[in-house]
């Protein structure tokens, strides 16, 4: 029985992302051999899209699907205010028939998505 999914963030500067995502965004983690951190991730959705030629990335092996991170939130605008205050940038907002969308910039360079959704969500689903 499938029990969760684990996400995997490659980051060119893992050791600041990871202090980001633990205290910036305030995710809860365990620590596994001297700083190797894990995060709890609050309730999460998938949704599968089309991918253009080559769009995966190498893992033990095999080459697997690749992925795109975007946070939910429930007021974007208030969300990218109280990020600001803590120095951190995030792109100009962007409309889509699924919501609004922002790009937040990570410590090492990379972007993450932070999006409020106008969609039916499948996260109160059982």
């Known amino acids: 029985m499938i029990f969760g999914a684990h996400f995997l963030l490659y980051s060119k500067d893992p050791d600041a ?3 980001f995502f633990h205290d910036v965004l305030g995710f809860r983690s365990v620590e596994l051999n001297g700083g190797w951190l894990i995060f ?3 309730p999460a ?4 899209h089309p991918a253009g030629d080559n769009f995966v990335q190498s893992h033990a092996g095999q080459d697997l699907l690749g ?3 975007y946070l939910m939130c429930d007021d974007l605008p208030a969300l990218v205010r109280s990020l600001e205050e803590k120095n951190v940038s995030c792109s100009a907002f ?12 990570l410590p090492s360079g990379g972007e993450i998505g ?3 959704p106008t969609h039916p969500t499948a ?3 059982r």
């Open 114 to 116: 932070l999006y409020q």
């Open 45 to 48: 959705e998938l949704a599968v």
């Open 67 to 69: 992925a795109i991170l």
């Open 40 to 42: 709890a991730l609050p």
């Open 94 to 105: 962007q409309e889509a028939p699924w919501g609004t969308s922002t790009t937040v910039r």
């Open 123 to 125: 996260l109160g689903l």
């Open 17 to 19: 992302d990871r202090a």
